[in-house]
């Protein structure tokens, strides 16, 4: 049945609750389909008919059916409403991007104004700096020059003058080489004097060293043999043919620092008794002249018993 189907005028239906009720279902069924995009194939009246309920009078369907077109028709406006709105959204974003969009192109473009403009500021900077840093050479170089020249010719004056200078020192180094020469030849004269009177000197004082010597050693030779022979064991085989010669390091008082056997006399116990002979004869008797010490610190001495 449709919206335009007609009626007798002279009778009125009242809707029944079963009759609202069916209508209020298949409105909440048909909405539901809206809202989950079935497919546009699926008629209103197919989902009524799907539900298989039957309406208890013809009139109150109708009056079902009017009602559920204009709410329909009510939601179909309140959703066109909100498509409209919707698209009003999109459309103001795509605008405030766009705007976005542009304001950002003028950013750039102002970014890169400002860069070119750096660029030609920083270019004409370094072009002013390559011309002072020119300028400033080509002062340095002129002042190098006019230093250098005047180094030169301070050096080429220098030259002159140490070249006079020099030729002075040389003459006065070889009158002072000359002059020291005279005065070292003069005290290798007086040196080889003096050495000559010292060596003889010496010579004398050797000779009457000696001689004193001489004769302190016949004057004490028998005497440290008597000393030691009288602190001397007789080897096994008795004195006979004991006699050694013995190195005797004395001190300055007699002494005996070391006896050792220089000469030996064959016999080992004999040479042996002998040393220790020395060694128990300590102090021996020398002179006490420090002079003639020299001459008894170290004694070859020959035992003869």
């Given at each position: 049945m449709t919206r335009g189907s007609t009626r007798p005028r002279n009778r009125r239906y009242p809707l029944s609750p079963v009759a609202v009720g069916l209508a209020l279902l298949m409105h909440?069924?048909?909405?539901?389909?809206?809202?989950?995009?079935?497919?546009?194939h699926?008629?209103?009246?197919?989902?009524?008919?799907?539900?298989?309920?039957?309406?208890?009078?013809?009139?109150?369907?109708?009056?079902?059916?009017?009602?559920?077109?204009?709410?329909?028709?009510?939601?179909?406006e309140e959703k066109l409403a909100i498509e409209r709105e919707k698209q009003r959204k999109i459309e103001a974003e795509k605008q405030r991007i766009a705007k976005q969009e542009q304001k950002k192109k003028e950013e750039a473009k102002r970014k890169k104004e400002e860069e070119i403009k750096k660029a030609k500021a920083e270019e004409q900077r370094k072009k002013a700096a390559a011309k002072k840093k020119a300028d400033a050479k080509k002062k340095a170089?002129?002042?190098?020059?006019?230093?250098?020249?005047?180094?030169?010719?301070?050096?080429?004056?220098?030259?002159?003058?140490?070249?006079?200078?020099?030729a002075?020192?040389?003459?006065?180094?070889?009158?002072?080489?000359?002059?020291k020469l005279a005065e070292e030849k003069k005290r290798k004269a007086e040196a080889e004097?003096?050495?000559?009177e010292g060596e003889m000197r010496k010579q004398m004082e050797a000779k009457a060293r000696a001689?004193?010597?001489?004769?302190?050693?016949?004057?004490?030779?028998p005497r440290i043999q008597q000393k030691v022979e009288s602190n001397w064991a007789y080897p096994p085989r008795g004195p006979e043919g004991c006699n050694p010669t013995v190195r005797v390091n004395?001190?300055?008082d007699g002494k005996v620092i070391s006896?050792?056997?220089?000469?030996?006399?064959?016999?080992?116990?004999?040479?042996?008794?002998?040393?220790?002979?020395?060694?128990?004869?300590?102090?021996?008797?020398?002179p006490l002249d420090p002079d003639l010490y020299s001459e008894f610190k170290t004694i070859d001495f020959p035992f003869r018993p």
């Open positions: 909440a069924f048909l909405f539901g389909i809206m809202f989950i995009k079935v497919d546009s699926v008629k209103p009246v197919a989902a009524v008919k799907s539900l298989e309920i039957k309406p208890e009078k013809p009139v109150d369907i109708i009056e079902a059916t009017a009602v559920d077109n204009q709410f329909l028709e009510q939601k179909k170089d002129a002042e190098k020059k006019k230093a250098e020249e005047k180094k030169k010719a301070d050096a080429e004056k220098k030259k002159a003058e140490a070249k006079k200078k020099a002075a020192e040389k003459k006065r180094k070889e009158a002072e080489r000359k002059q004097r003096k050495r000559k001689a004193r010597a001489s004769q302190a050693m016949s004057k004490y030779v004395l001190a300055p006896a050792n056997i220089v000469k030996s006399s064959g016999d080992p116990y004999c040479d042996n008794s002998v040393e220790k002979a020395f060694l128990k004869a300590s102090p021996i008797p020398i």
